[in-house]
């Protein structure tokens, strides 16, 4: 399906500079920049839930920034972007608008597409939530929300980034998430499938809250092994889809949320890692996505789902053209036309983020 003819917004994308901003992978990268270590001998000695889910470590040990994507977006017509959140470890309570104020600098714009909007970190849980949002909206006023780092998976071999088991049920969570209806700011959801009903619980009890599912949940595995209890047989990855697609439908019932058909080529879902510089092959792609991308249409509806290439996350697998294009041809096959692609790719992120056209 031809694309360009639609001024896209990519609405997941992630900027990072490891040598100059604290990130998670901040200390890695440097070593790896000063020590004479081949970049596949160094991911062999790393965990194995970290190598499962990034898959090639070459992006977090380099800096990912606006010219680095307008060379990965090649001929997609990207004319906006929304930067989500991404390691960053400042010290502090009020840190994490140090990244926001750091995005808001970086050169979008120009020959490089523009900084349609900003997610920021911060954890509803926290005792200086309310003044951490408060920090970020004065370090920009393109932010829109935040994300906070809830992903945990009952298998220890999938990587987690909370060591809380169902970290959006606590009392401290769900009493600090109204801090963001009173500032008229979405929430972020990155979770791994198993936790759909906590974001379901979470939206019905919050229902003047926009929330974005990201990445269609993450069901980790589900093209194949990557725990020891998630894709390992087909009849786990059949029960697996069966929950993450019943638990989907329960989500999309609450209409303050959208769901990103974003994410579908991170290597945590189970897919073989192609040689570096090499994309998977698009009927390779389409044959494992189409069963996810034709049940969140068939949920969310064209008018609540949202593009994003999730760069460079899911690099190792695709590059952004075909990302761009495995989504579209999955939604027309679906019986999705012009105007059904024109909401998913652009404006659907416009109304969402409130970007300004």
């Known amino acids: ?69 307008r060379a990965d977006a090649g001929g997609v017509p990207v004319e906006s972007i929304v930067h989500i959140e991404v390691g960053w470890t400042g010290k502090g309570a009020l840190a994490g608008a140090d990244e926001t104020k750091w995005v808001a600098g970086l050169p979008f714009g120009g020959d490089n597409p523009a900084l349609g909007a900003i997610i920021g970190n911060a954890d509803p849980a926290a005792p200086d939530f309310a003044a951490l949002l408060d920090a970020h909206v004065a370090a920009s006023p ?12 009952p298998d220890p071999h999938v990587r987690p980034y909370t060591e809380h088991e169902s970290a959006l049920t606590t009392k401290e969570f769900r009493n600090g998430f109204a801090a963001l209806a009173e500032r008229g700011l979405s929430f972020e959801a990155w979770v791994y499938s198993h936790a759909l009903p906590d974001v379901t619980a979470l939206a019905e009890r919050y229902p003047e ?47 303050n949320v959208v769901a990103k058909v974003s994410g579908l080529m991170m290597p945590i879902l189970g897919h073989p890692v192609p040689p570096r510089g090499t994309s998977t092959p698009i009927p390779v792609l389409l044959d494992r996505i189409r069963p996810l991308v034709a ?33 579209a041809t999955a939604i027309t096959e679906h019986g999705g036309g012009r105007d059904e692609l024109e909401q998913i790719f652009r404006t659907n992120a416009q109304r969402t983020y409130r970007i300004e056209s």
């Open 142 to 153: 393109l932010v829109r929300g935040i994300r906070a780092h809830v992903a945990h998976h």
């Open 295 to 327: 049940h969140a249409y068939e949920t969310f509806g064209a008018d609540r789902l949202l593009w994003g290439s999730n760069f460079p996350v899911d690099k190792p697998i695709t590059s952004i053209t075909d990302s761009a294009e495995l989504i």
């Open 1 to 69: 399906m031809d694309l360009s003819n639609i001024r896209i917004i990519d609405s997941h994308i992630h900027q990072w500079d490891p040598f100059r901003t604290p990130r998670e992978f901040s200390r890695t990268a440097k070593l790896l920049r000063m020590l004479p270590i081949p970049i596949d001998w160094a991911k062999q000695v790393a965990p194995r839930r970290d190598r499962e889910f990034v898959g090639d470590p070459t992006a977090y040990a380099n800096p990912y920034l606006p010219a680095n994507y």
């Open 209 to 255: 809250v926009p929330i974005v599912l990201d990445h269609l949940a993450t069901p980790a595995g589900i093209f194949g092994p990557v725990g020891k209890h998630t894709g390992t047989n087909p009849s786990l990855r059949r029960e697996l889809f069966v929950r993450w697609r019943d638990d989907l439908t329960a989500l999309a019932e609450n209409p």
